[in-house]
Nanobody, 122 residues
Framework: QVRMVESGGGSVQAGGSLRLSCVAS????????MGWYRQTPGKEREAVAK????????SYSAAVEGRFTISRDNAANALYLQMNNLRAEDSAMYYC???????????????WGQGTQVTVSS
C-alpha cells in the first residue's frame, strides 16, 4: 500500500523558515520522481517543487523559486522541502507525492497523505 507521511509544518512569522519532511512506503521510492504540492481551502492543489529520481535535477514553481529547496534521501525513502523567507501566501496544507517524471502531474491522484499545515503570519 502506497503511503506518504508528511511532517514539519507549523506556524511562523513572515520571513521565517520551516523544513518539511515526508517518509514514503509501499513502492520502489528510488525509481520515482517526487514532488511537493500545496492546497488552501477553496483552491486547487498546486505543485511547488519536484525532483528527479537521483536528486540531481530539481524544478520549482515561479511562486517559490529561490526560496524553497527540495531534496531527497533514497536510502531513507525520504523527501524534504526547505522553505526560507516564508510569506503569508505560502500558508497551505503541504503534501508530498509521486510525480510523473518530466511533468508536474501526480502518478496517482488517490495517493495523497494527510499533509502538514504551514501557517505564515504577516
Amino acid at each position: 500500500q502506497v503511503r506518504m507521511v508528511e511532517s514539519g509544518g507549523g506556524s511562523v512569522q513572515a520571513g521565517g523558515s520551516l523544513r518539511l519532511s515526508c517518509v514514503a512506503s509501499g513502492f520502489a521510492y528510488r525509481t520515482y520522481c517526487m514532488g511537493w504540492y500545496r492546497q488552501t481551502p477553496g483552491k486547487e492543489r498546486e505543485a511547488v517543487a519536484k525532483i528527479s529520481t537521483s536528486g540531481d535535477s530539481t524544478s520549482y514553481s515561479a511562486a517559490v523559486e529561490g526560496r524553497f529547496t527540495i531534496s531527497r534521501d533514497n536510502a531513507a525513502n525520504a523527501l524534504y522541502l526547505q522553505m526560507n523567507n516564508l510569506r503569508a501566501e505560502d500558508s497551505a496544507m503541504y503534501y508530498c507525492q509521486r510525480v510523473l517524471c518530466g511533468t508536474w502531474d501526480p502518478v496517482n491522484v488517490r495517493d495523497w497523505g494527510q499533509g502538514t499545515q504551514v501557517t505564515v503570519s504577516s
